[in-house]
């Protein structure tokens, strides 16, 4: 896993300032969690891809406000459904949009589905990068449909 994240630009220590995108996503209407805002900071703008050796391939592109600044509603379903906040972390694998709760998990939500990524961030980069040999995460999601127009 430490090779995929050098080779996205993650170096220990890292840190970026993510006023920018907290003040934006909170003007959309999200409730931010102190476990997205630590994220954000350590990994925030990084593409990072899976390894060669995962089949098929993932990648997780680390930018909340790109990929969920319009899906505030979709937080606020996870949060119901799930008792929890649910923040944005970005775009899992070009099609869906990844959140992080309170607690740590992290999920990733696409049209009647919703994957279980890991339940802590680094867990699910692990997966991001390296699978699962072969488990599916997947739930089926059709109560997003009833509450997401669009999705």
């Known amino acids: 896993m430490l090779d995929a994240l050098g080779a996205a630009g993650w170096t220990a220590g890292r840190k970026i300032s993510i006023t920018e995108w907290a003040r934006q996503l909170t003007g959309a209407g999200f409730e931010l969690n102190d476990v997205a805002i630590a994220v954000w ?10 390894s060669s050796s995962r089949v098929p391939g993932s990648r997780l592109h680390m930018d909340p406000v790109d990929a969920c600044i319009d899906a505030a509603e979709e937080a ?3 949060r119901r459904r799930y008792g929890e906040n649910f923040s944005p972390l970005g775009m899992w694998s ?50 997003l449909d009833n509450c997401l127009p669009g999705r």
Do not use: H, K
């Open 41 to 50: 900071a350590e990994f925030g703008e990084l593409m990072i891809e899976s």
């Open 94 to 143: 070009s099609q869906f949009l990844a959140y992080v709760s309170a607690s740590g998990r992290v999920v990733a939500v696409g049209p009647n589905c919703l994957w279980w990524l890991g339940p802590t961030f680094m867990e699910a980069l692990a997966y991001v990068v390296d699978g699962d040999g072969g488990g599916s995460r997947a739930e089926q999601a059709d109560w």
């Open 76 to 78: 606020s379903t996870l």
